[in-house]
């Protein structure tokens, strides 16, 4: 059976399963769609697409507070993310690439193999 927590990333909310109880509790709502998720030793990264107003990655700390909100830009068409080496990767499916951002600073950059 499973005992700790399950993330959870829908289209109205993102929060935090518990399996015993079954009960969810909400950290983050209103940001748009929320997809990918990925996580470090310290922290949760969550992907949300707002529509028109542009795509941002949410940065939680260990007790589930929002620390950071960082701007990916708009129509990316942002779908998963992955936490890897101090680098943050988000699959842009619109510009058939990957995009390589440091969550800290914000700078990005575009890996395009087409």
Same mark, same amino acid.
């Given at each position: 059976?499973?005992?700790?927590?399950?993330?959870?990333?829908?289209?109205?909310? +993102?929060?935090? /399963?518990?399996? /015993? #109880?079954? =009960?969810?509790?909400? /950290?983050?709502?209103?940001?748009?769609?929320?997809?990918?998720? *990925?996580? #470090?030793?310290?922290?949760? +990264?969550?992907?949300?697409?707002?529509?028109?107003?542009?795509?941002?990655?949410?940065?939680?700390?260990?007790?589930? =507070?929002?620390?950071? #909100?960082?701007?990916?830009?708009?129509?990316?068409?942002?779908?998963?993310?992955?936490?890897?080496?101090? *680098?943050?990767?988000?699959?842009?499916?619109?510009?058939?690439? /990957?995009? =390589?951002?440091?969550?800290?600073?914000?700078?990005? #950059?575009?890996?395009?193999?087409?």
């Amino acid at each position: 059976m499973i005992r700790f927590p399950i993330l959870v990333a829908g289209p109205a909310y +993102f929060g935090i /399963l518990d399996p /015993l #109880s079954g =009960r969810v509790g909400v /950290l983050d709502a209103g940001a748009g769609d929320y997809y990918g998720i *990925s996580w #470090s030793e310290r922290e949760i +990264f969550l992907l949300a697409r707002n529509g028109g107003r542009g795509e941002t990655i949410r940065v939680f700390d260990d007790l589930g =507070r929002l620390t950071a #909100s960082v701007e990916i830009g708009r129509h990316i068409d942002g779908h998963q993310i992955l936490f890897h080496g101090q *680098s943050l990767f988000v699959t842009a499916t619109r510009e058939n690439a /990957l995009i =390589r951002l440091n969550p800290e600073t914000g700078a990005q #950059s575009l890996w395009n193999w087409t």
